[in-house]
């Protein structure tokens, strides 16, 4: 047993959330067939990478995000398409790695920044704070320490018998408080929070907590600090579960229903829906004219009719079908829809 233990205080809080994830975890399994499409999985990873890059600052959209994986040109920095990039290969290696090895966590850390930074791969030299705007909030140990406390850490790793859910948790902010490398740490914690848990339950590989990160980044970074204030990784941990378990709520209730839709979709259907994705509600004639169709029986056939009876679109004025001011729109279930085309 390693002789080093983070310092925890195991709460109600984070025994409750263990079992609400524990459920869901169980629920998508029970439906594990029908959803681990590679369309949904791809989906899922673009929605991760995205939204970790995004913590960072970067500004490229899921579209864009979407489009530079399929190698198309994109309009954006050549930094933020070279972290897209990197992000998605160093993801994808991701069942090559053992959580606990050093050697492997060197080689996320060159992938993930290569051409990025030139120490890539390598424990930082240098001394480094942590600022929010002009603020310090934390002063990460000095440079040499760092291969001691890693070490530490992934010896502890290899053998802790806490609940993996914990152990990603507690594992995620001793990272973060060491943080080793002169870049990219924030992302480097994020997947191998993600590697940890993919380990104990492979459905989690494809789960995209970094969404609910991004969209509670003020408390995300909040918490990071009331971890230091307390000198232990309790505050964070609780933080951490409760994302884990929205993201899995969100799962659970959207995505095998959406990826059995999805794979029922025609092209046609699938190119209306892009054509509305975004945009305001449109006439048949402007549809038409987006998508390049001259044939008005054959688009209500082909494209119109078969979106409506999914519930994928609707009418802006369903009381008056024929009304010659009639407008569709995207439904709900049909934007989740679009987005998974989209990423295809």
């Avoid at 310092?7 to 984070?14: C, D, E």
């Avoid at 997947?191 to 969404?211: C, G």
């Avoid at 408390?219 to 964070?236: G, I, N, R, V």
Wanted: with cysteine; glycine share 6%; aromatic share 6%.
């Amino acid at each position: 047993m390693s002789c080093y233990q983070p310092p925890l205080t195991l709460t109600t809080k984070m025994l409750a959330l263990i079992a609400e994830i524990s459920e869901r975890i169980g629920q998508l399994s029970a439906v594990d067939d029908r959803r681990q499409t590679p369309q949904l999985r791809r989906g899922n990873r673009i929605r991760t990478i995205q939204a970790s890059l995004a913590i960072e600052n970067n500004t490229l959209s899921i579209e864009q995000v979407t489009a530079v994986l399929a190698g198309q040109r994109v309009l954006g920095l050549p930094r933020e398409i070279q972290e897209v990039r990197n992000a998605f290969n160093a993801y994808e290696a991701m069942p090559d790695w053992q959580p606990s090895s050093r050697v492997d966590l060197l080689r996320a850390h060159e992938l993930l920044m290569g051409g990025l930074i030139d120490d890539c791969g390598q424990f930082r030299r240098a001394g480094v704070g942590i600022y929010r705007g002009e603020k310090l909030v934390h002063m990460a140990p000095p440079p040499r320490r760092i291969t001691h406390l890693m070490d530490d850490l992934l010896e502890w790793l290899g053998v802790s018998d806490w609940h993996p859910l914990i152990i990603s948790c507690v594992f995620h902010y001793e990272f973060e408080f060491i943080h080793p490398f002169a870049d990219g740490n924030g992302r480097m914690g994020r997947l191998w929070q993600t590697l940890i848990l993919s380990r104990w339950r492979p459905v989690l590989a494809y789960l995209p907590v970094e969404a609910v990160i991004r969209e509670q980044q003020d408390t995300y970074y909040a918490a990071l600090s009331a971890a230091d204030q307390m000198a232990e990784s309790t505050p964070f941990v609780e933080f951490m579960l409760q994302a884990l378990s929205l993201a899995l709520d969100e799962a659970v209730r959207t995505e095998p229903v959406t990826d059995q839709v999805t794979d029922q979709v025609t092209d046609q259907v699938a190119k209306l829906l892009c054509a509305l994705c975004g945009s305001a509600p449109a006439k048949v004639n402007d549809l038409m004219g987006e998508l390049g169709l001259a044939h008005k029986a054959t688009f209500r056939a082909n494209y119109l009719k078969p979106a409506l009876v999914e519930g994928l679109i609707e009418m802006t004025d369903p009381d008056s079908p024929r009304s010659p001011v009639q407008r569709y729109r995207l439904t709900a279930q049909g934007e989740l829809v679009a987005a998974r085309c989209r990423s295809r």
